[in-house]
């Protein structure tokens, strides 16, 4: 029988505010083991907003960015196909994608699904061996594994102090142990919660490793279009007989609730690709025909679709840069973003003073700044980041590409300034900048 959870206003004199956060406090504790912690941000935000109360919002990663018009009209173009589909997608897409992906050396089979999510679980389903998760990462790794449980999951922690970025002695130490046992490494670049791209030399150095101990890389690139340089490669590009990819219309169209991801798996991968689809048959049939058929319109116009994320990778950029530049006033620890929308700030300088303030976990802090300044973040924890760490998403805006007048990042900056005014009243005094760079 489920449980029931109810609270109940006292009689003590607290406003509206005020109540309703503890009541949110008390019911992400309960949740805590219940709900994506990054879609839970998003109802936070909901409740909120039903009570009047206006929050900096920087929780849910989900691009503001309007969708380009004509994919808009060829979803109601396409309104009438309602039939089912195969799970590699109908043949239009299929067709589409393997012109995207496969090479002269190389040719892949495709699963078509609701969102990329459904099919990772699907991925972490089937695989049969050891899976590497990249630390930190997107939240829905573990919980998918959690839910799994019986898979042999190995957390490769990286550290700011190292960019985040992969060692690799230490990528080496990790899979020479496993000798000739199945192996997939989870490669998620651009990453989610950092922010950061690899460089195309030190992915190379990661895919010689791989190479060497025969492990399976699953390259999550759903950010890949929103890097801010040009030309960042996909691991792929080196071992492409290794990688799996996976990519959806949630990041650099904006159309997370579109539900519409694939997987690409090269010829050299097989049977666990028939062994996905054929989970993928018995769990979820097909996924949303008519937005496969938008898709497959929106994908095959290579131009219009390259100008639409090109332009969204330029507002992320500068508001980045917008930020990052107010940041610098603070002692926080970060790396400065060069893909997507996310930072992930350390407030490990700021230690003392927050213990003494009862707050020892990420969790604390984003607890604590949604109270008292009206802040929404995702603590670290649940990206496999312990300490107090927060992540930060840049999605406070409304614009839409090719308006005239410029952006207006007034909220996200106003937000930012109150955690800057926060941090100084701890030590008014200090200008110690501890700033890392990409």
């Not at 101990?213 to 080196?238: G, Q, R, T």
């Amino acid at each position: 029988m489920g449980k029931r959870i109810i609270f109940v206003k006292s009689v003590v004199c607290i406003s509206e505010s005020e109540y309703l956060f503890i009541i949110y406090r008390n019911y992400n504790k309960y949740m805590s083991n219940a709900i994506s912690s990054t879609l839970n941000s998003k109802i936070i935000l909901e409740k909120y907003e039903e009570q009047g109360v206006t929050l900096y919002n920087f929780g849910l990663g989900e691009n503001p960015l309007p969708q380009p018009t004509f994919y808009i009209d060829k979803l109601r173009e396409y309104a009438d196909k309602k039939q089912y589909a195969r799970c590699t997608g109908i043949p239009e897409l299929n067709t589409t994608l393997k012109k995207m992906y496969n090479t002269t050396d190389t040719k892949y089979e495709f699963i078509v699904g609701n969102g990329l999510k459904e099919l990772l679980f699907i991925l972490q389903l089937a695989f049969d061996g050891t899976i590497i998760h990249i630390t930190p990462s997107w939240v829905s790794y573990k919980e998918q594994t959690d839910i799994l449980q019986d898979k042999h999951v190995i957390d490769f922690e990286t550290c700011i102090d190292d960019n985040f970025r992969v060692c690799l002695q230490k990528l080496e130490d990790t899979l020479k142990p496993l000798h000739n046992q199945p192996k997939l490494l989870f490669f998620n670049n651009p990453n989610n919660p950092t922010g950061i791209a690899y460089q195309n030399d030190e992915i190379e150095q990661i895919a010689d490793v791989l190479r060497k101990h025969n492990c399976l890389v699953f390259a999550d690139e759903i950010y890949l279009h929103l890097c801010y340089e040009e030309n960042i490669k996909s691991i792929s590009h080196f071992i492409p007989e290794l990688t799996i990819i996976g990519s959806s219309v949630s990041k650099d169209l904006g159309c997370g609730g579109y539900r519409l991801g694939w997987l690409a798996f090269p010829e050299q991968t097989n049977e666990l690709f028939n062994k996905c689809s054929q989970y993928s048959s018995n769990i979820f049939s097909c996924a949303s025909v008519p937005i496969q058929y938008a898709t497959n319109y929106m994908l095959s116009n290579t131009e219009l679709y390259k100008d639409h994320y090109t332009k969204s990778t330029a507002v992320y950029s500068y508001i980045s840069h917008e930020i990052c530049t107010l940041l610098r006033k603070t002692k926080l620890k970060f790396v400065e973003p060069n893909a997507a929308w996310y930072i992930l700030l350390d407030f490990e300088p700021y230690k003392q003073s927050l213990n003494n303030l009862h707050l020892y976990t990420g969790g604390d802090l984003s607890n604590y700044l949604l109270e008292h300044l009206k802040i929404l973040t995702v603590a670290g924890e649940p990206f496999a980041i312990n300490g107090l760490c927060l992540r930060f998403s840049f999605i406070d805006f409304t614009y839409t590409i090719g308006q005239s007048e410029k952006i207006d990042i007034s909220k996200m900056i106003e937000g930012v300034q109150t955690l800057v005014n926060f941090l100084s009243s701890f030590d008014e005094n200090s200008n110690t900048i501890s700033t890392h760079t990409v």
